[in-house]
């Protein structure tokens, strides 16, 4: 694939350099067009050694190419990182004053900007507005990272790792066979209140639901993710429902199905929920005994949109995080549920001991109805979405 990777003037342009060998490690034909200001963070013999290609930034170099059409043209995937607070700017408002610009104005291929300022200019208006303006035009505007700064500073504004922009960037340039179809993710862990301070929850970070409503977006779905407590921030460019108990989440889920072409229930909703909440926080009692608490069942929210399909023709996919037992091993355990929940399709994956829940990385078995085995994945988290949606797709 041939991809121009955009560098604006940040200083976080070091990391771009990581992200050139990481796009070239996996084939990929890389053009590094700086902005002038970038140059002053990272050379022009780095790029140019690092990706083989002729580094360039102004417009009246090699005018004889008309480097300023042709680089642009021949993008098959352009990636801005950083993108600083003026390459945001100039790229809203369609400013075509160096060769980065003036390739942006061009490129018809997909666009991936990954932000990196202070987080005084991140949450600007202005910048607010230019990022607004960008995707609404298309274009893939990644948040930034939240985390140390220039300085002393923290806050949101620093670039996302070089691994995430990699991951979202081939993401982008992949198949777009989910285009004109709605699709609901319910992502996170539920949490259900005892009291106004404590609460019974579980470990989901949300990191593979968020994965699978990224990847369905840069596949071309219209994205609803109904997010319960996520320890990440959600993917641009989708709807986001924030809930936090099993029953707004089934509210929120209900609501967004009812005209989806598939709903993907990633989020580890809670079974029981506390039968009262009190109203003030339970205190420790004077004989040291500890309270009862009665516990009722939540609906389970797969099942029922399993039997009622809220859409003609409807998928409902179901994740189930299981333990190996005495009663059976974890995909033992998938099997038997998969057959009771009647989901077209059961991720199942191993969770506790650093396993699945918490990290980057998982590995999963896709069941059908009827418990048989259509797909396995294992990598990254967005390794393990698309072959999810791979396998939805198929069913289509």
């Given amino acids: 694939m041939r991809i121009v990777l955009g560098v604006a003037g940040g200083i976080a342009a070091y990391k771009a350099v990581l992200l050139l060998r990481l796009l070239r490690e996996a084939g990929h034909d890389v053009r590094v067009v700086p902005t002038a200001a970038a140059l002053q963070f990272v050379g022009a013999a780095t790029w140019e050694a690092l990706s083989g290609q002729p580094v360039t930034t102004d417009v009246f170099e090699d005018v004889d190419q008309v480097a300023h059409v042709a680089v642009g043209k021949q993008a098959e995937l352009v990636v801005v990182a950083p993108a600083t607070a003026d390459l945001l700017a100039r790229a809203a ?191 420790k009692r004077a004989d040291r005994s500890a309270p009862a608490i009665e516990l009722v069942e939540n609906v389970d929210v797969l099942a029922e949109l399993a039997g009622e399909r809220l859409r003609e023709g409807q998928l409902v996919v179901g994740f189930a995080a299981e333990t190996g037992d005495d009663d059976g091993s974890v995909l033992e355990h998938g099997r038997a549920k998969a057959l009771r929940k009647g989901a077209d399709l059961l991720v199942v994956n191993a969770v506790g001991e650093g396993r699945g829940f918490g990290t980057d990385v998982n590995e999963v078995v896709v069941l059908d109805g009827a418990g048989q085995v259509v797909a396995t994945a294992g990598g990254t988290k967005d390794d393990v979405a698309g072959t999810v949606w791979d396998a939805v797709r198929d069913r289509w």
Avoid at 203 to 217: E, I, K, P, Y
């Fill in 93 to 283: 408002t369609g400013r075509a004053d160096d060769l980065l610009t003036a390739t942006l104005l061009v490129a018809r291929c997909p666009v991936l900007m990954a932000p990196a300022m202070h987080t005084e200019m991140w949450e600007h208006p202005a910048t607010v507005a230019n990022v607004e303006t960008l995707r609404r035009r298309g274009v893939h505007v990644l948040d930034p990272a939240s985390g140390r700064l220039t300085g002393a500073d923290t806050g949101p504004g620093r670039l996302p790792e070089p691994e995430e922009i990699a991951a979202a960037a081939f993401a982008l340039a992949g198949p777009r066979d989910l285009a004109g179809r709605h699709v609901v993710v319910s992502a996170g862990g539920t949490r259900e209140p005892l009291d106004p301070v404590r609460f019974l929850g579980n470990r989901s970070s949300g990191r593979q639901g968020v994965a699978l409503a990224r990847v369905a977006a840069a596949r071309g779905a219209r994205v609803t993710l109904v997010a319960a407590n996520l320890a990440v921030p959600p993917p641009a460019g989708v709807d986001v429902v924030p809930v936090e108990t099993a029953a707004q989440l089934r509210d929120a889920v209900r609501a967004a199905a009812k005209d989806a072409d598939v709903v993907v229930m990633a989020a580890a909703v809670a079974d029981y929920r506390p039968a009262s909440v009190q109203g003030a926080k339970i205190k």
